[in-house]
């Protein structure tokens, strides 16, 4: 399934976990300094460079390559987006973000943010910065680059990016939650086989 | 005496060839597991790793954006102005390669850009024979290295709390280390030589034997603990959630049982080369063992 930005509520909705989708359009990166930055700056009232309204946020601190004034993107996967976990539900209820893209998962506040204001995860393979790169078809812009080529936010054109599961939908179920519950009934099984059962 | 230009130029080799190519001991494991994933969402994620890992090789890019910090071990007859040259092979590779500027102040969080810093590339010293040079860089993500754990076990715990400290900090990393990763531990010596050693064991390729029986038992069993977890790829469910355990250990104080765990993501970069006083380079991703 192809989505495309700005996402809208309803596309966002019918979204479940264990879907697979395919992104388009203009997707911001962002990680710990972004979102505190812009979290900052909405606590004083000030406007934000960009319009996150519908917006797909990508926990990513890309590799780019400067070649004469433009930006060449090099590598982009993933950042572990538990980082982000305390930051992320006032993230999405104040610019009204539609799409997290990240690895890892995110813990229960994130997920009934994303439940109540409708917003999806997107997992996307760690590590797999090659292949995420060529779901990239332009570098659209930079802002906050004083914050280091990892943290900046850089705006991105994305072309069918993915593959990327729907880890946690907007209906409050999340694939990790699922496979760490699958995990706590493991590991005694675990401790058993190690003699400490 | 080894020039340091030649340093310098090997640094970069080094460095170039750890981001872009993943050794083969990784890879082998990695393909296996992707034989014994029967998830569909498990297998995906292994068989994307392995499709980037070539991508990546082909068109020589890093197949990570985390290019890491620059870690480096050095081993024979050390030579006054080695840490110069690597630090300008660090600066060098950034640029060239291109590496991600990863090297922040840990508190202003000020990036210079270059991957240089207080202390930063670290360079760990083993003094070894004067006719060469070992040179090895791991370069490190943050992923895996933020999940590292230490515990000061009391004696009376001994093996058994050894297990399950081990299988704790990796059930509690999670999907976090981007898995399947390769769990480095080591036991005894202090605080600090317990965390070394448990990178420094990460060093040892999955296809090289434990030189200590006791200590190789330990490991296929840990490694069969923690496959059992199902936590697997990516932390999204599946059977291959580490690729190996690697142990080193240390005499330690009677009254001590450290023991630390150093978690490797599946991108298990390094690179090794051996420079000879004549001038001769031979270049390894395994290493030498």
């Known amino acids: 399934m192809r989505i495309k930005t700005p996402l809208s509520e309803e596309v966002v909705r019918s979204l479940k976990v264990g879907d697979v989708v395919h992104l388009d359009g203009v997707v911001y990166t962002g990680r710990d300094e972004v979102h505190m930055r812009a979290l900052d700056m909405c606590d004083k009232g000030e406007k934000l460079p960009v319009d996150l309204n519908g917006a797909a946020i990508y926990h990513c601190g890309p590799i780019m390559r400067k070649k004469d004034d433009s930006w060449v993107l090099v590598a982009a996967g993933p950042t572990t987006s538990a980082r982000m976990n305390s930051l992320e539900p006032r993230f999405i209820e104040g610019f009204g973000i539609r799409a997290v893209i990240g690895k890892g998962g995110m813990s229960q506040p994130t997920i009934d943010a994303m439940s109540k204001f409708g917003c999806v995860y997107l997992a996307i393979t760690g590590g797999a910065a090659v292949l995420a790169a060529m779901g990239v078809t332009k570098v659209l812009g930079v802002e906050w680059l004083d914050l280091g080529m990892p943290e900046a936010l850089w705006i991105l054109e994305a072309g069918n990016l993915g593959p990327l599961i729907v880890g946690i939908d907007a209906h409050g179920d999340s694939l990790f939650k699922k496979v760490e519950e699958e995990v706590s009934r493991n590991l005694p099984f675990a401790r058993r086989r190690l003699g400490i059962g | ?289």
């Not at chain 2, 000061?152 to 900090?169: A, C, H, N």
Request: aromatic residues 4%; glycine residues 8%.
């Open chain 2, 1 to 289: 005496m080894i020039p340091p230009d030649l340093v310098e130029e090997v640094v970069v080799n080094i460095l170039r060839t750890a981001v872009t190519t993943l050794p083969s001991d990784v890879v082998s494991e990695l393909q296996k597991a992707e034989a014994e994933e029967s998830d569909e969402i498990a297998r995906t994620q292994i068989s994307t790793i392995l499709e980037n890992v070539r991508r990546a090789g082909e068109i020589a890019v890093p197949m990570c954006q985390d290019t890491g910090i620059p870690l480096f071990f050095v081993s024979g007859g050390c030579i006054s102005e080695i840490e110069d040259a690597i630090k300008r092979g660090v600066v060098r590779a950034t640029e060239e390669v291109p590496l991600r500027p990863n090297v922040v102040h840990p508190l202003t969080r000020r990036n210079a850009g270059n991957n240089l810093g207080i202390e930063m590339p670290h360079v760990n010293y083993s003094p070894g024979p004067r006719d060469y040079v070992d040179i090895t860089v791991m370069p490190k993500g943050a992923g895996s290295e933020n999940m590292s754990a230490l515990r000061m076990l009391v004696p009376s715990e001994g093996i058994r709390g050894v297990k399950s400290f081990v299988l704790d900090t990796v059930v509690s990393a999670g999907s976090r280390p981007c898995p399947p990763t390769i769990v480095g531990v080591g036991i005894g010596g202090s605080s600090d030589i317990a965390m070394t050693l448990a990178k420094k064991a990460l060093l040892r390729p999955l296809n090289v034997r434990n030189p200590h029986a006791e200590l190789q038992a330990l490991e296929e069993e840990l490694l069969a603990a923690i496959n059992q977890t199902g936590i697997g790829p990516m932390g999204l469910g599946g059977k291959t959630t580490s690729l190996g355990v690697r142990i080193d250990m240390a005499h330690c104080h009677t009254a001590s049982l450290p023991v630390a765990v150093n978690l490797q993501c599946w991108a298990a970069r390094k690179a090794s080369a051996r420079i000879f006083l004549d001038g001769r380079v031979t270049y390894s991703t395994e290493g030498f063992w």
